[in-house]
Nanobody, 118 residues
Framework: QVQLVESGGGLVQPGGSLRLSCAASGFAFGAVSMSWYRQPPGKEPDVVASISSLGYPTNYADSVKGRCTISRDNVENKVYLELNPLKPEDTAVYYC???????????WGQGTQVTVSP
């Protein structure tokens, strides 16, 4: 069973930093590209960043360029998202997603809430 479990969210302050983690299992993680998406209140989900199976970032959203780093550890089967400095508009539910091959498609985790406020 494909499992993606996000962690690291919570209430954080503007100007601070954040590191989200996603633990993956149930598939060949080292052969799969990964992404982080976020869904602000009242809006549709949008991609934040993507990373290739070998660990090369392939995309950052304009809203996070210069503030965001996506990375992965193919030994621990984890993908990370770092944001620094945080802005109030970063408030959203953050999801990690696996781009599974052979027509399986994209699978998302349950998400973790990030609230940026004093």
């Amino acid at each position: 069973q494909v499992q993606l479990v996000e962690s690291g969210g919570g209430l954080v302050q503007p100007g601070g930093s954040l590191r989200l983690s996603c633990a993956a299992s149930g598939f060949a993680f080292g052969a799969v590209s990964m992404s982080w998406y976020r869904q602000p209140p009242g809006k549709e989900p949008d991609v934040v960043a993507s990373i290739s199976s070998l660990g090369y970032p392939t995309n950052y959203a304009d809203s996070v360029k210069g503030r965001c780093t996506i990375s992965r550890d193919n030994v621990e089967n984890k993908v990370y998202l770092e944001l620094n400095p945080l802005k109030p508009e970063d408030t959203a539910v953050y999801y990690c997603a696996a781009h599974l091959p052979y027509g399986v498609g994209v699978r998302w985790g349950q998400g973790t809430q990030v609230t940026v406020s004093p």
